[in-house]
Each structure stands twice: as C-alpha cells, then as structure tokens.
C-alpha cells in the first residue's frame, strides 16, 4: 500500500549547523512530493516541493533531493536557526490532491 | 491576501453527537481538502472539493462527510462521535493546478476537536 516514512522521529542540531531530514516512500507512482513545517498550534505550512522528474530543487537556505531509485526524500536546512524548530513532514502525491503525509520529524534547534 | 480561516478553533462534543466544521479558503482557491491529524495516525487525508464536486477520497467511514458551496468555502460533517473521532482537523486550499506543478496547498490553522 502507499506509505510514507521517516528514518528518524526527532533530530537535534546545533544553532548554525545544516540539518538533513530523511524520508521514505513506497508508491513509485508518486510524481509530486512536498515538504512541510508545522509549528506548535499551526497547521502546516509548505517549505518546498519536486516533482519526479528532477532529483534536486533549492529554495532560500532549504534543498529537497529526490532518489527515485531508492525511493528517498531529503530536506536540507542550510545555518539551521532556533526558529527552524518545528515538526517536517514530507508528504507525496500521485495525481490529484490525495496527499500522503509521513510520520513527521521533530527538529530540535540548540542554541 | 487573507489565509485559510476555520470555524471554530475548539470544540467539545459528547459521543453519538454530530459536528459540523466550516472552512474558508484564500480568496480565487478554488480546491479545498480536509485532514485529520492525531498523534497515533498523523496527517491522514479525509477528502477534496473543487467546484462544488468531491473529487478524491480518503480512507474514512461514512460517518465523515464533506460539501463546498459555490463561493468555495467547504464543511466537513462527522455523525454519530466516537471518542476516536477526537483529533485536529485541516482544511487546505489550493489554486488551479498550474502546468508546472500540482498546486500547493495552504493550511489553515485546524479545528480541535474533543470528543467525551
């Protein structure tokens, strides 16, 4: 069945360190994935997203990389700061609005 | 441009009571769909609306219902409460899906929903 997973349910860095957040997913039709933040009492909000045919996309201090091969998501999170602590979920979609979220993963920022 | 708006934030229900959830979305969205989130099962699709026309589905019973009025705003209906039922529900919005991508949602801020 369609499932979306995540290595590791919490992460801890260091104020300033790059953060990697993994991400598992089954549905090899799957074309559309997005990443998300969700902060405590908010619904969550998007970071940024790719579709199948590229393996990497950049935004502003944030990098998603797609691995069809082995079917592996990840966020990177550039100088990580105190206000990057936050739930990430990644989620996929194939075709249409149907989003499957993953578990999610805590990101703990130490200052 | 205001974000999606959800009505009412807190709720409290007994069991074997009905809820009705309201949703607002950013104004020109016209696709809206509803999550369920609890700690146990986490994000979990409920269904999407766009132009007044349910057009996927999640895995839920019946007992969980949708509609989306023609000025787009959407209500999700839970019959017959089951302590289960109890968690925080999403509603998110979309424009029209451009060429270059399959449209991003925009949350809004969830309805708490607490059954006893």
């Known amino acids: 069945g369609e499932s979306v997973g995540l290595h590791l349910p919490t992460l801890s860095v260091q104020e300033g360190d790059n953060s990697i957040i993994n991400c598992a997913y089954s549905?090899?039709?799957?074309?559309?994935f997005i990443w998300y933040k969700q902060e405590s009492g908010k619904g969550p909000q998007f970071i940024i997203d790719?579709?199948?045919?590229?393996d990497k996309r950049q935004g502003q201090r944030v990098t998603v990389l797609l691995n069809k091969t082995v079917k592996h998501l990840s966020l990177q999170i550039a100088a990580t700061q105190p206000g990057d602590s936050a739930v990430y979920f990644c989620?996929?979609?194939?075709?249409?609005?149907?989003?499957?979220f993953g578990a999610g993963t805590r990101l703990f920022v130490k200052a | 441009k205001a974000g999606v708006t959800q009505t009412p934030r807190y709720l409290i229900k007994t069991r074997g009571q009905q809820v009705t959830l309201s949703c607002s979305p950013i104004?020109?969205?016209?696709?809206v769909s509803w999550y369920q989130q609890t700690p146990g099962q986490g994000l979990q699709f409920l269904f999407e609306?766009?132009?007044?026309?349910?057009?996927n589905k999640g895995n839920f019973p019946g007992r969980f219902s949708g509609r989306q009025f023609s000025n787009s705003r959407s209500e999700m209906n839970v019959s017959t409460l089951e302590l289960g039922d109890s968690a925080l529900y999403l509603c998110?919005?979309?424009?029209?899906?451009?060429?270059?991508?399959?449209?991003?949602?925009?949350f809004g801020p969830g309805t708490r929903l607490t059954v006893t």
């Open positions: 104004s020109g969205h016209r696709s």
């Open positions: 609306y766009f132009s007044e026309t349910q057009r």
């Open positions: 790719i579709r199948s045919n590229m």
């Open positions: 989620a996929e979609r194939t075709g249409g609005f149907k989003t499957i």
């Open positions: 549905n090899s039709a799957s074309d559309y």
């Open positions: 998110a919005s979309s424009p029209l899906p451009r060429d270059t991508d399959l449209g991003e949602q925009y």
